[in-house]
Every structure is written in C-alpha cells, then in structure tokens.
C-alpha cells in the first residue's frame, strides 16, 4: 500500500497554473493551500467570506480574496482563470451546528450551485467536492455496532435533515455536469475530520476539538470534571487532516473517480468514552464524566468503509487516532494558552441563532 507522503498531482497540472480553493479561510480549505504550496504551486487563489483575521491559515504568495461565494457574480469573480477549483466552502459544523441551523447548511447549495457553473463556464479542468458521510441514509446508523458505510448505501435516500441532503444534491450536480457536460469533477465523503488549525470552540467544533477544548478546561480550572454529550456509547471514525489532503489531491486525479463519490475517511472506530479517555491519558488526567442526554448526538453509530478506496488508490487514511490526537490536543493548548495570556490567535465569531 502507498505511504501518505507529498505525493505529485496531476501530471498534466503545470506549477504556476491557477488553482482555486474555496472555503480556504476554513480547517480542510487551509490545509490544502498549504499542501500545494508547500508541493510548489505558484499561483493559488484562495477565497473565502470570512475577514482575514479569522482565516486558520494565510499561506504566503497565495492571492487571497474574501467574498461570499453564494452570491453568482463572485463566484463568477473567484474562477476567473482556474485550471482546478476545490470547492470546500460550506456553513458547516459539528453536531451542535448541523442540528440547530439545518436552513444554513441547506443554502450551502448556493456556493456549489454557482461555483460549478462558473467553473464550467470558465473551461476548468476539475471541479473538487467536499461531500460528507452526512450523505448517508440515517436508518442504516442507528446502532454504535455499526456496519461501515460503502459508498452506495447513500440510496434509497435518507440523508441527515439539513446538511446531509444539501451533500446529497451537490453530489448530484457534479454527477449530472460530467454526465451531460463532460466536465470532469471529484466527489468525497469525508468522515469527521481532526486536526490542528481547526475549529475548537464557539459553537462550530466536532468532538475530537471539543473533549480536547474541555479537558484543557477541566484542568485548568481544577474542576475535575467533563461534561459528554450524549451516553458516550456513540461510535465514530476520524481521519486526521493530512490523509484527508492528500486524499482530496489523489481522488481528483484519479481518471476511474471522476463523477464517483468516494468514501474518504478511517477506519479506526471509537466510541465517544474511548475518544475521552485517549485525551485524558494524552493529558495525564482522569475526569469525573456528566453525560448531557439532551445534546445533540447526530446518528448512534458511523464508520468508513474502504474497500473501495482501497481497489481504485491502493490507499486508505492511516495515521492512527492516538497520533493525530497527540497533535491535535497539543495545537489547542497552545491555542488556548496563548489566548489566556492575552495573544493573538484565530477567533471564529461564536454561532448565533439567526434572527
Ligand atoms: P470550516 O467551517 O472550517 O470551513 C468552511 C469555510 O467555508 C469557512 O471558512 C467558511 O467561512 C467558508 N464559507 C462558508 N460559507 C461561505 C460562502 N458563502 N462563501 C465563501 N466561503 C464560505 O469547515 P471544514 O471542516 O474545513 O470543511 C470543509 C468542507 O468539508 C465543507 O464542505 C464541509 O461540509 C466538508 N466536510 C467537513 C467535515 C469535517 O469533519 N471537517 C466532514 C465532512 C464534510
Ligand atoms: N461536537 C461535539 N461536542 N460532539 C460531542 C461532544 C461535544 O462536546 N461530546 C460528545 N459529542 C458527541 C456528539 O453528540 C456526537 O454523537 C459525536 O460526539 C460526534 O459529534 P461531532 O464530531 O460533532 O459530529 P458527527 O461525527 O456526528 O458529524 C460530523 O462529521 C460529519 C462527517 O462524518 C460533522 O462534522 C458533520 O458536519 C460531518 O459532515
């Protein structure tokens, strides 16, 4: 099997050709300009509508341009030359997000809607999606003993209320653009994705920022204690930011993918305790554990399954969860330090129901 080392990208894809990433101000957006510019790239153009300040990375030579991409005329603006557009803009978030602001993540079509078009319109050669797991019919999830998901239990649909089923129609869009138009485009289901550079608090995290953020939390304020959603018995798998990079760059390459969703997630299931206690054994701490029952908790059980990544990349996500939460839980402490010492770090402004 391949190693997740900087692979090349498209053969065909010269340096200084123009690649746009959407979304670039996020988590998975700025890791990937990072990846390209780091594999040399010269001409990035990264976009996305939150102001400078709040962007997790700001790669240097990259041209950056803040607008908002649901609004035809910029998305317009934003494809103007590219060779490759990726397309990981979405008002997304972890559970606490997705299940109190389903008309917000619903009008994420919008961004794709345009933005495909556009492209298409433009004569890009690949169009990148950031689908999600979310996509999958929610009847097949309802036990932690999961089945691992493969890629066609999406149908008969029965998506996630919300974010999922905006997922399943953009999906569609990228099928039917190649189907009709040729133009060849790149789907990915990601399963929750970890890292540093990330989300981990105000509202949006995912738990792997949110059990590192209150551990940090609990030993900082000598309370001992740690509050769970849910009874913890939910399982999930999660794949660290490098695979999931390097996973976008080999999917939208790939000539056997184009206009086929792909499972791009681990393997590696855990349940929600047993996340908890990784971070607590990566701390040096043992917390006394509330579960809140009435939190949100999204599906009882959810898992990658990678045969088929595995047959077309000869491939998967490995870095195993104890390494990436190593990194993971060591990035949000110095993020949190930082900020209790009065400096500078990235503030994403904290979720508010709309009105
Ligand atoms: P993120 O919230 O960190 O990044 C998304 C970025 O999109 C944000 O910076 C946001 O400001 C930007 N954005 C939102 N609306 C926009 C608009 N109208 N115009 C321009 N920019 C806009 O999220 P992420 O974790 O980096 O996720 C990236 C993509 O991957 C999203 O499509 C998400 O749905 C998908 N995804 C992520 C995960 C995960 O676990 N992180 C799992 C499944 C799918
Ligand atoms: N966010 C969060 N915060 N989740 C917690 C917490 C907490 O403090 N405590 C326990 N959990 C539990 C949730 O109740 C849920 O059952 C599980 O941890 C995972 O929650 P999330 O990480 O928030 O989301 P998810 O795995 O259900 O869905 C995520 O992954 C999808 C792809 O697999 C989301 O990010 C989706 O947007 C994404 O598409």
């Not at 030579?61 to 005329?73: Q, W």
């Not at 009882?300 to 990436?324: H, M, Y």
Request: glycine letters at 8%; a negative charge.
């Amino acid at each position: 099997m391949k190693t997740n080392v900087i692979a090349s990208t498209s053969p065909d894809l010269k340096k200084n050709d123009l690649i746009l990433v959407a979304g670039a101000g996020g988590f998975i957006g700025g890791s990937l300009v990072r990846r390209f510019h780091e594999q040399g790239f010269t001409n990035i153009r990264a976009v996305d509508k939150k102001p400078l300040p709040q962007w997790y990375q700001r790669v240097p030579g990259t041209e950056v341009l803040c607008m908002d991409l649901s609004e035809n005329e910029n998305a317009i603006r934003a494809v103007e030359g590219a060779v490759e557009v990726y397309n990981l803009a979405a008002d997304m978030g972890g559970m606490g997000f997705i299940e109190r602001f389903r008309v917000e993540c619903l009008r994420s079509i919008l961004i794709n809607t345009h933005l495909l078009e556009a492209a298409y319109r433009a004569g890009t050669q690949r169009y990148f999606f950031s689908s999600s797991a979310c996509a999958y019919n929610t009847t097949l999830q309802t036990d932690p003993n999961v089945v691992a998901l493969k890629e066609s239990d999406a149908y008969p649909a029965m998506a996630e209320r919300g974010y999922g089923w905006e997922k399943l129609v953009s999906e569609m869009f990228c099928e039917e653009y190649y189907a009709e138009r040729g133009m060849k485009t790149a789907i990915a289901r990601f399963h929750n994705v970890y890292g540093p550079n990330g989300t981990w608090y105000g509202g949006r995290e995912k738990a792997p920022a949110a059990i590192s953020r209150k551990v940090i939390e609990a030993i900082d304020s000598g309370s001992g204690a740690i509050e769970i959603w849910g009874d913890g018995s939910q399982t999930r798998s999660f794949m660290y930011i490098d695979d999931c990079t390097f996973g976008i760059d080999q999917i939208t390459h790939c000539e056997d993918l184009i206009a086929t969703p792909i499972n791009l997630g681990s393997a590696e299931l855990v349940s929600i305790n047993q996340l908890v206690s990784m971070v607590e054994d990566i701390a040096g701490v043992k917390l006394e554990r509330h579960y809140k029952l009435d939190a949100p908790k999204g599906v009882a059980g959810r898992n990658s399954d990678n045969t088929f990544i595995k047959e077309v990349l000869d491939w998967e996500p490995s870095t195993t969860l104890r390494a990436g939460m190593e990194k993971t839980y060591n990035w949000i402490k110095s993020q949190y330090d930082d900020r209790k010492a009065g400096k500078r770090v990235v503030t994403e402004a904290p979720v508010a129901l709309p009105g």
